[in-house]
């Protein structure tokens, strides 16, 4: 029996420097067979020259400039591998990646629909331990998450391009959502977390740089209401319907939602926009009316006259609320339930 094949999809825009380093370390592979497919979201630079040297080692696919969850889309609806795995164009696989994450999934079985890696976070000069930074200290070192949404709903912890995912859980959530600029591995995590059981292993395959200029985690960084509004649409959509959540999984995802309004909240306050607080109460309104009010109000110590009337410095009430969330952040947050992967740590 022939080993499955892979399909490997890049998404990339205007990375005519950095696309080489992704594209070898795909290459370098021990794995076989495997499909590379670059999806070229409309570069202007000399990104298609680059691509073009590759010959018949990658496919390349050229579109206008949609976004990367459209290329992403792309990629995976013209794949024809049984698996599929995902590398920006300005990170980095180490050895080995396909090669171990092939082997877990068939030694878990059908009904495990994602193999997660550890990475490694390139920040500045210091290499963060993703896992660590996720507070994921797996007794195992290969194991079976068997909730993998109880997991994500307390922190982020999926980076597609550490997953290794069978195409037909892909499909079957809808991969990626074309309106996320960001934290559209979150939402999609979350989706794959409600479709079933996941593997993984506490190995580092990928090699992350966090701090590349222009890149969507750099503009995460450099625009926080754009983080947290994306956070916000996650939530929301979890609360429509999309997954079937427990009572426990839906009271997190409500107070997630919360957090995230807070935050938007706090931004606003922070400069100064009382507008722009009171529409975030607005669309906040249906997760508790006057409650919801009530909980900000007591954590700012504000008059129930509302924000025009707070008496508090804006120095004191971002110093209340990041507390606030701080303390609800720990209470939430529990260790991850694991298993051996067929009885073997």
């Not at 020259?49 to 013209?78: E, F």
Request: hydrophobic content about 40%; aromatic content about 8%; overall charge neutral.
């Amino acid at each position: 029996m022939s080993d499955p094949l892979i399909s490997v999809i890049v998404p990339t825009w205007n990375r005519a420097e950095e696309v080489p380093g992704a594209i070898e370390s795909i290459l370098a592979q021990t794995y076989r067979p495997i499909e590379v497919l670059v999806i070229d979201d409309g570069s202007t630079d000399r990104t298609p020259d680059i691509l073009a040297s590759y010959g018949d080692a990658i496919r390349t696919i050229r579109q206008a400039n949609a976004g990367a969850s459209c290329a992403r889309n792309t990629g995976v609806h013209a794949s024809r591998g049984q698996f599929v795995a995902f590398l920006d164009s300005d990170d980095v696989w180490l050895p080995g990646k396909l090669e171990t994450q092939v082997r877990i999934l068939e030694e878990a079985g059908p009904t495990v629909c994602c193999c997660l890696a550890n990475s490694e976070v390139q920040a500045g000069d210091r290499l963060i331990n993703f896992f660590h930074n996720a507070d994921f200290r797996p007794k195992y070192r290969t194991g079976i998450l068997p909730r993998p949404l109880d997991f994500l709903l307390t922190r982020f912890a999926f980076l597609a391009q550490a997953s290794l995912v069978r195409r037909e859980a892909l499909l079957a959530t809808g991969g990626f959502d074309p309106q996320l600029v960001v934290m559209e591995d979150h939402d999609l995590g979350m989706r794959l977390g409600a479709y079933g059981p996941w593997a993984y292993t506490v190995e580092s395959f990928v090699r992350v740089s966090s701090d590349a200029p222009g890149s969507l985690r750099d503009r995460a960084k450099r625009c926080p209401e754009l983080f947290w509004t994306s956070c916000a649409r996650v939530y929301e959509k979890l609360l429509s319907g999309q997954c079937d959540l427990t009572d426990g999984q839906q009271a997190i995802v409500e107070q997630r939602l919360r957090d995230a309004y807070m935050e938007l909240f706090l931004l606003c306050i922070a400069e100064k926009d009382l507008d722009g607080a009171e529409r975030v109460l607005a669309q906040a309104g249906h997760l508790g009316g006057a409650p919801f009010w009530g909980t900000w109000q007591r954590a700012l110590n504000w008059p129930s006259e509302g924000l025009r009337n707070a008496t508090v410095s804006i120095l004191q009430a971002e110093r209340r609320l990041r507390n606030y969330l701080e303390r609800r952040s720990r209470r939430f947050r529990r260790a991850a339930a694991v298993m051996p992967l067929n009885g073997r740590g």
